[in-house]
């Protein structure tokens, strides 16, 4: 009987905690509409991970599903696991907004998280990344794949900065 009271105690502790994580959400009223407003694809320069981190600049363009595409500078750091050589990454996210018409500049800022990694040649990577101001109305999709080519491994903390750029990637 007390296995019982144990489970269950374990299980009703869990759906409390579930529910207070979702109360801030509720409390903020409604969610605005979101849609689908373009694409984001960064290429990145060629990187070297020494272990624990490494720092790659990336040149990026926004394709938007209505106006003039938008470019950007800046730059992707690891830090954690990070070894190896890396040739220039490709990055894709869906750009997700309350309009589908995005202003340039709009993407502009700082988006953190987690990245992972493997390649022995070719090789792909995961990029969870949100951005660190909860009041933008325009965010990437929280998960990008990029393929990459190199010797390389990575299990690292991420944070991506982009800056508005006149000119277009190369």
């Not at 009271?5 to 529910?19: D, N």
Request: with cysteine; glycine share 12%; aromatic share 8%.
């Amino acid at each position: 009987m007390s296995n019982f009271l144990s489970r269950s105690m374990a299980i009703t502790c869990a759906g409390l905690g579930a529910t207070l994580a979702l109360l801030p959400a509720f409390a903020a009223g409604p969610a605005m509409p979101q849609v689908a407003a373009g694409l984001l694809e960064c290429r990145g320069a060629f990187a070297t991970g020494y272990g624990f981190g490494s720092t790659r600049t990336v040149k990026c363009e926004y394709r938007p599903s209505l106006g003039v595409n938008h470019y950007y500078s800046g730059t992707m750091e690891r830090v954690g696991l990070d070894f190896g050589v890396s040739d220039q990454a490709s990055m894709l996210w869906a750009v997700i907004a309350t309009s589908p018409a995005v202003a340039p500049g709009a993407l502009a800022g700082k988006y953190i998280g987690i990245s992972t990694g493997f390649s022995v040649g070719p090789g792909f990577s995961a990029n969870m990344l949100a951005s660190d101001d909860a009041t933008k109305q325009v965010t990437l999709q929280p998960l990008s794949v990029s393929s990459d080519s190199g010797l390389s491994v990575s299990i690292a903390g991420a944070t991506l900065t982009l800056e508005p750029s006149a000119a277009a990637p190369q």
